[in-house]
């Protein structure tokens, strides 16, 4: 099993940026790729960005540019750096690991960019 709780979230005004964190715990050596996901109100659940066991990173062209994912050595937590935040950055933000057999979702925390 793991575990995985976000941190971070916020109200910002446009041009602003904020750092999510994400706190793996539990069977840490089983995972994979750890991914940033967000829903947006009213919209489908969307992947951010993505970092693999080798540290290669990928991001949605939405927030390429804007927004970079890393960790830890050790692989306990990963964060998220959002800057030049837009009103449509809005959304709960989810931390998920992913292990050859499942994947984990953390509770979520909410972005909120105001114009």
């Known amino acids: 099993q793991v575990q995985l709780v976000e941190s971070g979230g916020g109200s910002v005004q446009a041009g602003g940026s904020l750092r999510l964190s994400c706190a793996v715990s539990g069977n840490i050596f089983s995972i994979n790729t750890v991914s940033w996901y967000r829903q947006p109100p009213g919209k489908q659940l969307e992947s951010v960005a993505t970092i693999t066991p080798d540290g290669s990173t990928v991001y949605s062209d939405s927030v390429k540019g804007r927004f970079s994912i890393s960790r830890d050595n050790v692989g306990k937590t990963v964060w998220l750096q959002m800057s030049s935040l837009k009103p449509e950055d809005t959304a709960v933000y989810y931390c998920?690991?992913?292990?050859?057999?499942?994947?984990?979702w953390g509770q979520g925390t909410q972005v909120t960019v105001s114009s």
């Open positions: 998920t690991a992913r292990s050859i057999v499942a994947a984990y």
